[in-house]
């Protein structure tokens, strides 16, 4: 569960301490160590963001790992330790289950200590390519987003590729939202007050969630936390190329999870999977779209806020120009990613507002 403190492997604690003395390095110093400057298309990448990159490689730590899906899992799950900080408190959390027609998933609520019922509730879809990642590897994310937003988090477990694949994801999203709604008094919530959102593959659910609900009609979103999603699987746009590899995130990983994700015989322009090709997205709820000017998912996560904006849809487009994929994890080293993940939390929490 995600809350429930793990044995921490001593090669990953001994890797801890060598990121966090790095991060305590004299700026000079870490500098040194990060290298030269790294400019391309107009963006200067921020020291943090390189820093962390330069112990990635030192590491030999890698997104995707070549001995398949069930180390590339394990992977990311410790990886938090390196780069998530500790449990951000006081929060307090409470596991739940969410019934479906295939059985039951398992979700964690978070709240921050004092806050009033009901609250602001935000339905929170994990990043990972909708392979990897779970509740462990975004527990801190959630975390922050419930404390600097002041809002309840229900951070879902949904299925993953490829023993999922394709629609499955959808389906958990969609029913972990109408749960969320249909016990919004269980959960401490305002039904009118609930939004989706997520990061990456899960910033890709709740943008099909919030298109999903909106046109079956009945209970939507009030909001959308879209962070650094993704949008469009039928063309590689120029960011792509751009920051194919090197930047975290690689070309080559987006392939990768693709292929489990949505193997061959999958209709990749389906809106569910590409919800950038949709083609009416009037009427849906406003939307906090963020990118990262080092990402290969950049220019796909823009197009769909522009797409959203030419609908008549409330957009607040944030490029983070200096940053790299998967910001809203690294929250424990530096200052800058916790600073933009801090702006995202600002934004729902205004959209929440009671």
């Known amino acids: 569960m995600a809350s429930t403190p793990t044995a921490i492997p001593f090669p990953i604690r001994a890797q801890a301490s060598a990121v966090r003395a790095a991060y305590a390095l004299p700026r000079p110093l870490r500098r040194l160590l990060a290298g030269a400057p790294v400019r391309l298309d107009g963006q200067q990448l921020a020291l943090d963001a390189q820093l962390l990159l330069r112990l990635q490689r030192i590491g030999g730590n890698h997104l995707v790992d070549p001995r398949g899906v069930a180390v590339s899992r394990a992977a990311t799950d410790l990886g938090r330790h390196l780069v998530s900080g500790a449990p951000i408190e006081p929060v307090a959390t409470r596991e739940i289950g969410i019934p479906t027609p295939d059985g039951e998933l398992a979700a964690t609520l978070y709240a921050p200590a004092g806050l009033a019922e009901p609250s602001g509730l935000l339905v929170f879809f994990h990043g990972g390519g909708w392979v990897v990642g779970s509740r462990a590897s975004h527990d801190n994310t959630a975390r922050f987003l419930a404390r600097h937003a002041g809002v309840r988090v229900l951070s879902v477990e949904y299925r993953l590729a490829p023993e999922h694949v394709f629609p499955a994801a959808v389906d958990d999203a969609l029913a972990a939202f109408d749960h969320a ?7 401490g919530a305002d039904p009118d007050r609930i939004a989706v959102g997520g990061d990456s593959a899960g910033g890709n659910l709740a943008a099909v969630v919030a298109q999903t609900t909106c046109r079956r009609g009945g209970p939507s979103p009030a909001f959308q936390l879209l962070l650094y999603p993704a949008t469009d699987a ?29 193997p061959a015989g999958v209709d990749r322009t389906d809106p569910r999977i590409s919800p950038h090709l949709a083609e009416d997205l009037t009427g849906l709820p406003p939307a906090y779209v963020a990118t990262a000017g080092f990402d290969p998912l950049r220019d796909e996560g823009e197009a769909y806020a522009h797409r959203l904006r030419e609908a008549g849809v409330t957009v607040a487009l944030s490029r983070q120009p200096d940053l790299i994929h998967g910001y809203v994890n690294f929250l424990g080293i530096g200052h800058r990613f916790r600073e933009a993940t801090a702006e995202a939390a600002g934004a729902l929490r205004l959209a929440l507002a009671g």
């Open 181 to 187: 709604h249909k016990h919004a008094a269980e959960l």
């Open 234 to 262: 039928s063309v590689r746009r120029r960011s792509r190329e751009l920051f194919a590899d090197g930047f975290f995130l690689s070309s080559s990983d987006m392939d990768w999870f693709a292929d489990h994700y949505a």
